[in-house]
């Protein structure tokens, strides 16, 4: 199984001497990925399970478990959690040596953040030492905040693992019910190129409920992708049900016998019966003997059974919850009574807690009088659970807790509540707050009196799941804890209360793309006249990101923002006539002050930490104000906001919103001044900002650093990493529309700038499609139309008008907008059209047009080839008309790009040495020229942009023609061309070469 790294492979159910397990824990590579994949019952754990041994038998191997479940998708990191708090439990079982050792590892690894994840793995509280705090610049409370430090943290603390214990094993169960954060946290664990030790996961998952619509099935495909490049190896097992031959040899092996023609009547019918699923054939055998149909004969010594009786007397066991509850049925009533107290717990639980509950619970037609550990003994017997050690137990397969609470569904929910309220009761503080969501759930499912006493406890589990990110069970807790409260009494006896629920309903709503729910709940509040302008705050930003995110109604969300923070005291313009002078002014003055902050390190260091609620707000808005700004082409407000963000930084201590003042600031110094170094100064800093102070608006300060700013001193190519870092955090904290702007660059942007092969970007473009439709953000997905078909047309052979932006995907005749995001869009994607459909439409576009895209999105990296396209397109009509209104503006475009390579910038180095041949033709300079020429030609090819590699050609070739007459070195240079825009896609340009070749043949 380890040899052949990603290879599938499909597989019977692995008996108790399976062998295969060796060889997966001694491969060579540090890192392993297995999925084990099946149905339902075909052995799927069982097979995970054969890797203990092996690892055991190393002296300082480690090998736990941990599971999904069903009910508990929206719980982030369960599965991760209960594998890592078995590890603790483990670890607390060392010699006192030993204990220390990794005590001290975990605790210089975790350099001050353990804290952040005792909220999910309280079991760490006795391992590592209590002097050991979360840092005071951290907030475990912050919604955006509390997941990627959670993220981080399983990292870490698994590096420290690795170094102690080797090989590490985690096995996660019933991975097709994880939520998406614990996909995301796998991903980050496996994908750890600092983690040099051995580590392994084993992803168990019934591959019924896995489909390519699943958050699994494309979370795979992304680990298949990346696999190579992060250093693990893949293996896949696909375990299918048994065949009849192979039910036959259970059969025979669990009655030891020999001669295979005897049990193959019987064989066949349990194979008809249970369709050679191994658990539900275990069950039917079970159920067999229990009914008295499969003895063992002591007269005989063998077993006997009558296979007429059987057939007759059985029905298909397909449904292994009817087998399984006939064999409850069969239990005696206190034993009953306690399998569904443990069911109620989940799939594994203590005996402690089973002991609680049935001391505190009332039931007068049950004998109480039975020991617990009797009854435990009891279920183990029949093998309905199992040991996992430490006085704990758990389900020996999923179904069997199924089949203890899928009968009466009204009876059931007031069981649950009862055990709910008896855990809340006897519980303390710690322990409370340790299964909170799992109390909390028991309680809601039967909770149909609506007692009021109730409401706290879902306003504490919906605080505690917005502050991981959780929130679907966020807005779940929120909604639960609202409907508990009394119609009348809402705003009068409850108002602390109800504020808090509604605002993070809203919240949670908001984040997750429900704008809908999300205003419904707002509204609540905000048409009440007695909540102040603080209290009213969040639900009136929500309200304002609403109008610019979904609606695109950016001149409202302004109006709104600013109205906002001038109820907050800050009016940000004097008068909006001087609007433009002023901002003028404040930018330079800004700039001139941030000049003299300290070094990007030492900036939080020196500066301190903001720590007023008022001017917190106050930065929300302004960040949201300058969002709503650079989307609605209102550069005034949006200079304003940023450099009143600098200065509130500069003057009052560094927050989290600081990191977006500063990369606003150096977007801005790009635009203005094209000091790229001063730039990217602001740049960094706003990333150490960011890091330091945590990562309220990480995907946006990701996405404008390495999309405005770094771009001009870094190879484009180096930035997309850090880009999809942007998307990552979008989606882990809500950030969706920087989080799709992010997808978009990753996946489109920086592709088509790079040449890539336009045939795999379009690949991608129905699937980031589809993703930005999901979260309800029309702006990308209206960018993303126009790319799309920008790029159908470019690989179209079609004879019809190419360079006309119009097509199945998009079209732009009756495309009218305000927005300038959409409208740079729309000019960029058909600059590009007629750039390689048609270079005098192209050139007349360039002069039309002028610098209008660079003037609606400043600063983004797409100015560096929409610039060089216009000064490509006005050199050729110049260098074939002579006209000055061709040669003006591309000498002006061409001592821009200058300017950018002579500052360094390695984005733009063959742009220029073009540029540079087509000015030398222009002028008569030929040698020059064809130096020129030769050297891009030669830069471009190293640099693997197919695209201009195409280009570099056809204009060399144009120069040869048209004035050196070279025909034969020409030609050569067509076919170059014409080889490039083939690989490139481009079939149509690639085409148009091939009929010029034909006329110079």
């Not at 109620?344 to 550990?373: M, N, Y």
């Not at 055990?419 to 028991?442: M, S």
């Not at 280009?951 to 070279?966: G, I, P, S, T, V």
């Amino acid at each position: 199984m380890g040899a052949d790294n990603g290879e599938n492979r499909k597989t019977e159910p692995p008996s108790s001497s399976d062998t295969t397990s060796p060889s997966l824990i001694h491969s060579s590579a540090k890192k392993e990925l297995i999925f084990i994949t099946g149905n339902s019952g075909v052995g799927k754990s069982s097979l995970a399970q054969t890797l203990k041994k092996h690892v055991e038998a190393h002296s300082n191997g480690i090998f736990v478990t941990g599971k999904f479940e069903l009910n508990g998708g929206d719980v982030p990191y369960s599965g991760i959690a209960k594998a890592f708090g078995e590890i603790c439990e483990k670890i607390k079982d060392l010699p006192r040596q030993s204990l220390s050792k990794v005590e001290a590892a975990i605790s210089e690894a975790m350099e001050g953040e353990v804290e952040t994840i005792f909220r999910l793995m309280p079991e760490l509280n006795d391992i590592v030492s209590k002097t050991t705090t979360a840092s005071p610049s951290a907030d475990v409370t912050d919604v955006e905040h509390g997941h990627e430090r959670v993220k981080n943290a399983f990292r870490t603390i698994t590096r420290a693992l690795c170094s102690q214990f080797s090989p590490m094993v985690v096995v996660l169960d019933d991975v097709q019910w994880a939520d998406v954060t614990s996909l995301e946290a796998i991903d980050f664990l496996i994908s750890d190129r600092q983690n040099k030790n051995s580590f392994m996961i084993v992803l168990c998952y019934r591959s019924s409920e896995v489909d390519e619509n699943s958050l699994l099935f494309n979370k795979i495909r992304t680990l298949e992708e990346k696999k190579a490049k992060y250093g693990f190896n893949i293996t896949e097992v696909e375990l299918v049900c048994c065949q009849l031959e192979d039910v036959n040899k259970i059969l025979m092996a669990m009655m030891s016998i020999d001669d295979a023609e005897e049990t193959q009547g019987l064989a066949a019918i349990c194979y008809k019966r249970t369709l050679g699923n191994p658990f539900f054939l275990t069950e039917f055998m079970k159920a067999l003997q229990e009914e008295g149909l499969v003895s063992y004969d002591l007269f005989s010594l063998k077993w006997i059974w009558d296979e007429k009786k059987i057939a007759d007397s059985t029905m298909s066991a397909a449904n292994v919850v009817e087998l399984l509850q006939a064999r409850i049925r069969k239990l005696p009533e206190s034993v009953q009574l306690m399998l569904k107290y443990a069911a109620c717990l989940g799939s594994s639980f203590s005996i402690a807690t089973l002991r609680l509950i049935w001391q505190k619970h009332p039931v007068l037609s049950t004998d109480k009088s039975e020991s617990v550990e009797n009854m435990i003994s009891t279920i183990v017997q029949g093998s309905f659970i199992e040991s996992c050690g430490d006085q704990r137990y758990r389900f020996v397969h999923d179904k069997v807790q199924e089949a203890v609470l899928s009968r009466d569904e009204e009876e059931n929910a007031s069981f649950q509540f009862r055990i709910g309220t008896i855990l809340y009761y006897a519980l303390n503080d710690k322990e409370l707050e340790n299964t909170l969501f799992d109390i909390v759930d028991l309680i809601n499912k039967g909770n149909r009196s609506k007692r009021l006493e109730f409401v706290t406890l879902n306003l504490r589990a919906a605080e505690k799941a917005l502050s991981i990110s959780a929130f679907h069970s966020a807005s779940k807790y929120a909604v639960n804890g609202i409907n508990l409260l009394p119609a009348a009494e809402k705003w009068t006896s409850h108002r602390t209360w109800s504020l808090r629920l509604y605002t993070i309903a809203t919240e949670a709503e908001l984040a997750l793309g429900h704008f809908d729910e999300a205003e419904t709940y707002s509204n609540e509040v905000l048409d009440r006249g007695d909540c102040d302008a603080m209290e009213k705050l969040p639900l009136k930003m929500a309200e304002a990101r609403k109008l610019s995110n979904v609606d695109l109604k950016y001149n409202e969300s302004i109006n709104l923002t600013l109205k906002l923070l001038k109820e907050l005291g800050c009016k940000l313009v004097w008068n909006r006539s001087t609007a433009k002078l002023q901002a003028i002014a404040t930018l330079l003055r800004t700039i001139k002050m941030a000049k003299m902050a300290p070094d990007p390190a030492r900036i939080v260091e020196s500066l301190g930490v903001m720590t007023e609620p008022w001017r917190q707000a106050r930065m929300r808005m302004l960040s949201r104000l300058c969002y709503a700004c650079y989307n609605g082409d209102n550069m005034p407000v949006f200079v304003l906001g940023i450099c009143k963000l600098v200065d509130m930084t500069l003057r009052n201590g560094v927050a989290g919103l600081s990191s977006i003042g500063f990369a606003g600031l150096g977007l801005l110094v790009v635009a203005v001044q094209q000091d790229f170094r001063t730039a990217k100064k602001f740049a960094e800093s706003a990333l150490f900002i960011q890091k330091e102070c945590g990562t309220t608006c990480q995907a946006e300060t990701i996405y404008v650093t390495h999309c405005y700013i770094l771009p001009w001193t870094n190879p484009l190519q180096s930035l997309s990493v850090p880009i999809f870092e942007a998307y990552a955090a979008g989606m882990r904290m809500g950030d969706t529309d920087y989080a799709m702007f992010a997808l978009l660059a990753k996946h489109v942007w920086i592709p088509y700038t790079l040449g890539e092969a336009l045939s795999p970007i379009l690949k991608e473009c129905p699937k980031v499609f589809s993703h930005i439709e999901e979260v309800s953000q029309l702006h990308p997905v209206l960018v993303l139309k126009m790319y799309w078909q920008m790029m159908l047309n470019l690989t179209s052979s079609s004879s019809s008008d190419l360079h006309e932006l119009e097509g199945e995907i998009f079209s732009s005749k009756n495309f009218d907008t305000q927005i300038a995001g959409l409208k740079a869009s729309i000019h960029f994607v058909r600059g590009e059209l007629l750039f390689f459909t048609d270079l005098e439409l192209a050139a007349e576009h360039a002069i039309q047009s002028g610098d209008s895209f660079e003037k609606l999105v400043p600063a983004i990296f797409h100015i560096m080839i929409e610039t060089f396209h216009r000064a490509v397109a006005l050199y050729a009509l110049a260098r074939r008309t002579k006209k000055r209104k061709y040669k003006v503006p591309a000498k002006k475009l061409s001592k821009r790009i200058e300017k950018w390579a002579m500052e360094g910038n390695p984005n733009v180095e063959y742009y220029h040495s073009l540029l540079s041949a087509e000015k030398a033709a222009l002028n008569k300079k030929f040698d020059e020229a064809e130096e020129n020429y030769k050297n891009a030609i030669l830069l471009v090819v190293q640099k693997g942009h197919m695209h201009h590699a195409g280009l570099c050609n056809e204009r060399y070739a144009d120069f040869l023609l048209q004035e050196k007459d070279d025909k034969v070195e020409a030609k050569h240079r067509i076919f170059e061309a014409i080889r490039f825009y083939e690989a490139w896609g481009a079939v149509g340009k690639a085409e148009k070469m091939k009929k010029l070749l034909q006329l110079y043949s």
